[in-house]
């Protein structure tokens, strides 16, 4: 009888393995059995029909089984050899070679029963190079590598298919025959699934495809069900705690809302009154707004941080660039001029006296709103009584440095804004631990921007079109990629390009910004095009989000194949929004369909949400928004676009697992429990405070 496994055990252990392949393991995330057996394969090749020698044909891929009749290695030449063995069946004879591998001959034994798979050739007779090879000791033994559907894995370098799969195989035939059962028996009986075991052995060996894609459904199922835990658990954790109730009839509010200049849209008034119902409650609000670039979401943060600011306490709105923060903090602070709030920007700029005095103001509950960068959750940095916490753009940020910002306040409101929308299926998982807000409506007159994708031969009809635009009085944009593993050549080849604008546009009035210059320096700049000092800004990526010009009606991106769509999204929505059209023109010649099909996409759609559902369907979830960002871990097996419906089932079993049993404790969900906490308990605390 064999020696059963412990799924807990560690992979070095195993016959075969030894440090040094469990360092290679290791390198691929599998440390324990349980971790091996969950490394599932890429792909599946069907070896499993056999064909006689006489049959075979020239460049096909084949298996075919044969006896050994003679084996030889001779040398080439001085750092050359060449092995061979001769394998025969009752219908011919075929010649298996291995170049630089003596050791081959020794393998077989004549008389031995072989099975190859590789791609065959004939040239006077039949060969076929370098085979995946299976000697079979007799009649009823399994094969692992040849003659039935073989499992491909991802690899490290120095660790070959053959030896990952001889281990899984060997793993899985001593596992406990029962393997623990997580998913609710109802949905098991609903959807036919097999076994765990049952599931675990045939997607790594299927004894055909039907058994492996049933098997795939239900590992796609434990999947999603145990990570709608995580998001459930945390939404149950923020529902049960105590917060600080707003006020929602305070003077400041009221004098704010009566020098609006412009009345909110219907969008905005269904966010605002949502937001406004979570901050008047004592549980903590966890809030997602998300509206397309121009929709209007710092509004209605501003209302809401207006809020705690009437109930005495105080808001803090985090960016995540200095340039984005200063735009918000002068936009803000104009607007809050009537209402006599002590509004103050913190960054790491300044002087060291001039930031201390800040801190100590704001400690001491002098300052009502702060708005910062990364700069606000330095250890220097306390608030007197933080009560809401805004985050923009909050893709941008981890999950620690999220958490640590909520740290600042004793369980703080949190509204978190993105303006890049979330497709439905992508926001379950990454933010189903958050009620979500939509702002779907662009306000009134602002008009989608026209939008050109140009061949680098053509580029001349946008500068053009943009000189134009200068002597009607409006602004430009000239956007350059610069990448970050490569920031100093980039930067020199900004510069390089930003003399030729200057030789292009004489007698104009340019400017120059980008992510490496000192604070104060990208400050002034962004000051003089704001004022129309500067007709023309040459920038990267550093005014993606937030900037607001609404005199700028021309941007031309340059190598616009280098920035995905949700970025060429967020770029072209900083022209248009004044009174005049924006023009948006793409310089590109992309080498890749992809590359081709972005630029497409880019002049064909104008709404946020649905380019949203474009970049998800053409990047896929993982590249899309990265889920590490936000403390959970990518997905082995399921996809969210094929596994919508799954998706849709395992939340809300989950939300009946939570609803009666938060804590994982009944003996029916014992098993899911310890599942979860195997999976997910170092997690889990990194997610929860994010």
Request: with cysteine.
């Amino acid at each position: 009888m064999k020696n059963l496994l412990n799924l807990k055990d560690s992979v070095q252990d195993l016959k075969g393995v030894g440090p040094q392949r469990a360092r290679l393991l290791n390198k691929l995330g599998v440390g324990t059995v349980e971790d091996l057996i969950r490394y599932f394969p890429r792909a599946w090749q069907d070896r499993c029909h056999l064909t006689e020698i006489r049959a075979l044909e020239s460049g096909a891929i084949t298996t075919l089984c044969g006896l050994v009749r003679r084996r030889s290695t001779f040398r080439v030449r001085s750092n050359f050899n060449i092995t061979r063995i001769v394998l025969e069946d009752q219908t011919g004879r075929i010649e298996a070679t291995w170049f630089n591998q003596p050791y081959m001959r020794n393998r077989f034994q004549d008389g031995q029963r072989v099975m190859v798979h590789g791609k065959v050739e004939f040239n006077r007779a039949w060969r076929i190079m370098n085979p995946e090879y299976e000697i079979l000791e007799d009649e009823t033994e399994n094969p692992i590598h040849t003659g039935r559907i073989v499992p491909i894995y991802p690899l490290t370098e120095k660790l070959t298919q053959r030896v990952l799969r001889s281990t899984v195989y060997n793993v899985l035939s001593r596992l406990p025959q029962s393997l623990p059962e997580i998913i609710p028996p109802t949905v098991v009986r609903k959807n036919n699934f097999p076994s765990p075991g049952r599931a675990v052995n045939d997607i790594h060996f299927p004894p055909n495809f039907q058994a492996r894609d049933q098997a795939r459904q239900r590992l796609v199922w434990e999947e999603l069900l145990l990570q709608q835990l995580v998001v459930g658990r945390l939404r149950h954790r923020y529902q049960e705690s105590k917060g600080t109730a707003l006020k929602r009839d305070g003077a400041g509010l009221e004098k704010f809302t009566s020098h609006l200049p412009f009345e909110l849209t219907s969008a905005q008034v269904r966010a605002r009154d949502q937001i406004f119902h979570d901050l008047v409650s004592s549980r903590p609000m966890h809030r997602l707004l998300q509206g397309d670039v121009g929709s209007g979401k710092t509004i209605i943060a501003v209302l809401a941080m207006l809020l705690a600011v009437d109930s005495g306490r105080q808001a803090a709105l985090m960016a995540p660039t200095e340039v984005l923060a200063a735009q918000h903090y002068m936009s803000i602070k104009q607007l809050l001029d009537p209402c006599g709030v002590n509004i103050e920007l913190i960054t790491s700029g300044g002087t060291a006296p001039e930031r201390r005095r800040i801190h100590e103001r704001l400690a001491g509950g002098e300052i009502n709103l702060a708005v910062g960068t990364h700069a606000l959750i330095q250890q220097s940095v306390v608030f007197n009584h933080l009560a809401l916490a805004v985050i923009d753009e909050q893709h941008r940020f981890g999950v620690e440095q999220r958490a640590m910002l909520r740290a600042k306040g004793q369980q703080p409101h949190v509204l978190v804004m993105t303006a890049t929308p979330i497709p439905r299926t992508l926001s379950m998982t990454v933010y189903g631990d958050l009620d979500v807000t939509t702002i779907n409506e662009l306000p009134p007159g602002r008009r989608p921007v026209q939008t050109r994708w140009l061949a680098r031969a053509e580029g001349r009809t946008a500068y053009e079109q943009a000189a134009r635009a200068a002597e009607s009085g409006r602004q430009v944009y000239v956007i350059f990629p610069l990448i970050e593993e490569s920031e100093k050549m980039d930067l020199k080849a900004l510069n390089s390009e930003y003399e030729h604008l200057c030789q292009r546009f004489k007698g104009r009035k340019l400017g120059l910004l980008h992510g490496r210059m000192k604070t104060y320096d990208k400050e002034k700049v962004m000051a003089k095009f704001r004022a129309g000092e500067i007709e023309i800004l040459a920038a990267t990526t550093v005014v993606e989000v937030g900037v607001d010009v609404p005199n700028a009606t021309v941007m031309v991106i340059e190598n616009a194949d280098r920035f995905g769509l949700a970025q060429l999204h967020q770029l072209r929505g900083r022209i248009g929004r004044g009174e005049h059209e924006g023009f948006c023109f793409l310089i590109a010649d992309p080498g890749t369909a992809e590359g081709r099909a972005r630029m497409e996409i880019m002049t064909r759609v104008t709404d946020g949400f649905q380019l949203a559902e474009e970049d998800l369907a053409l990047r896929g979830p993982g590249e899309f928004l990265g889920l590490r960002q936000h403390g959970l871990p990518e997905f082995k097996l399921a996809d969210l676009l094929r596994d919508a419906a799954c998706l849709v089932e395992a939340r809300e079993a989950a939300q009946e697992i939570i609803r009666q049993d938060p804590d994982l404790q009944k003996p029916e969900n014992r098993e899911l429990g310890q599942v979860y906490a195997a999976i997910y308990g170092e997690r889990e605390s990194r997610v929860r405070s994010g």
